[in-house]
């Protein structure tokens, strides 16, 4: 078997979901990972730290993509139309083309508790990121947690739909429709404030 094997990566990846699916997630060991994907307990452990780590496999790049988003968006644009505008295609770029693979994944995580809060943090350390962008570009601390927690719950709540779709609904456009439908809340929020 070759030391850097092409490919082993993915192959470990699919065949830790197809095991996690087959016989759940706690009992499954990584020797029966490697093994059916043809690879060794080593070569495993030069791709990941722990079978948990499979499951989040590139979402340690999430922060540092939002980090580039908010430099490269230009310096006058504000928070609220920064998230409007720009977090569906964002979440195209990132996620659009796992839909399957992050179809499994949920299904995976629903399943144990220790996954599910470590989906809790991931998402923290995604919202941490977006308030130090939002800071950086000269935003109160205040609006940027405001906004922070805006895009999260955007984001969360139209990946969940997105994933409970049926047919070949772009992300993007599930980003949208829960944009539409804060628009519509916020507007309810204004008629109620009145003058």
Not at 21 to 42: D, H, N, S
Not at 178 to 183: D, E, G, I, N, S
């Amino acid at each position: 078997m070759a030391r850097w094997q092409a490919g082993a990566q993915d192959q470990l990846e699919q065949a830790a979901l197809a095991l996690f699916l087959e016989q759940g997630f706690a009992e499954t060991t990584v020797p029966q990972i490697a093994a059916r994907a043809g690879l060794t307990t080593r070569t495993f452990f030069r791709h990941f730290t722990d079978k948990r780590e499979v499951l989040f496999a590139g979402d340690e790049a999430v922060p540092t993509s939002v980090q580039q988003l908010m430099a490269q968006t230009p310096p006058e644009v504000r928070p609220v139309p920064l998230i409007l505008t720009q977090l569906g295609p964002f979440a195209e770029t990132v996620f659009g083309d796992r839909r399957d693979m992050l179809r499994r994944r949920h299904q995976i995580i629903s399943t144990d508790q220790g996954l599910r809060e470590r989906e809790l943090q991931k998402m923290a350390t995604l919202r941490a990121s977006i308030v130090d962008g939002f800071v950086q570009r000269g935003t109160d601390k205040l609006t940027a947690s405001l906004v922070a927690d805006l895009a999260v719950v955007v984001l969360s709540t139209a990946l969940a739909q997105w994933l409970d779709s049926v047919g070949p609904m772009p992300l993007s456009t599930a980003v949208a429709e829960v944009l539409a439908a804060f628009r519509r809340l916020a507007s309810e929020v204004e008629l109620q404030a009145g003058p």
